[in-house]
């Protein structure tokens, strides 16, 4: 596997506001992808990142609200915009292709706690 | 279709005891049957994965079995642990092409005691 980081791995926010989160892997990797596990909840997919293209969004998360970047094959960003006490959740990175793993292993980053007073 | 339906949604166990966690999909599609563990505060980590071609995986103390044709597929935990306490999710995924491709679905999780 790789070495998966995020930034910030927890942060207090206010409403209105907007959180960026960092992804970098310390390899390069085919697909990255964007999750939201609520609290006491399963995973639910919020998109792909694509390397140099907009990235795919699942039905129900919109570019608007969560818009994302992937300049190159070992970093994303996922904008949490105009949050609100409901996007209080743990935003998980993962990624998969990476050398010596089947193509659809998925890693998981460790996490960023998000709460939204 | 895309759902993949997991119980029981928690378990208590003694240790030693082997606990079995199962998971039922719809969609054929899918291909390949990953099982996550995560404990508190941390990402989930794969733990042990199968394909449709075999019928049964086993790594260390942990065994998927795999039911095709019932579409069902199962983690079994040996000689279990306290530090085996956790939540497992199931997860599927298909190699198909077009914007499926490589997409996790989760199953609900369950959550894993095991008393020493």
């Known amino acids: 596997s790789a070495v998966i980081s995020q930034k910030p791995s927890r942060d207090i926010c206010q409403r209105g506001t907007s959180l960026t989160i960092q992804c970098q892997v310390d390899?390069?990797?085919?697909?990255m992808f964007w999750y939201r596990q609520q609290p006491g909840q399963s995973l639910t997919l919020i998109a792909t990142?694509?390397?140099?293209?907009?990235?795919?969004?699942e039905s129900g998360f919109v570019i608007d609200k969560f818009p994302i970047s992937r300049p190159n094959l070992t970093f994303s960003t996922l904008t949490v915009s105009n949050m609100s006490p409901e996007d209080s959740s743990i935003y998980l990175c993962?990624?998969?292709?990476?050398?010596?793993?089947?193509?659809?292993?998925?890693?998981f980053g460790p996490g960023t706690r998000l709460t939204v007073l | 279709q895309q759902q993949v339906k997991q119980s029981p949604q928690s378990l208590i166990v003694q240790k030693g005891g082997i606990p079995i966690i199962n998971c039922a999909y719809e969609?054929?599609?899918?291909?390949?049957f990953p099982w996550y563990q995560q404990f508190p505060g941390k990402g989930p980590a794969l733990l042990i994965a199968?394909?449709?071609?075999?019928s049964e995986k086993k790594e260390g103390r942990f065994t998927i079995s795999f039911n095709k044709s019932a579409k069902q597929f199962s983690l079994h935990i040996m000689d279990s642990q306290p530090g085996d306490s956790a939540t497992y999710f199931c997860a599927a995924s298909s190699s198909a092409g077009g914007t499926s491709y490589g997409k996790l679905t989760f199953g609900q999780g369950t959550i894993l005691t095991v008393h020493p």
């Open positions: 993962s990624v998969a292709g990476l050398a010596y793993t089947f193509y659809n292993e998925q890693f």
């Open positions: 390899s390069q990797v085919t697909m």
């Open positions: 199968i394909r449709p071609d075999v």
């Open positions: 990142a694509n390397q140099g293209s907009e990235a795919t969004y």
């Open positions: 969609n054929t599609a899918f291909d390949y």
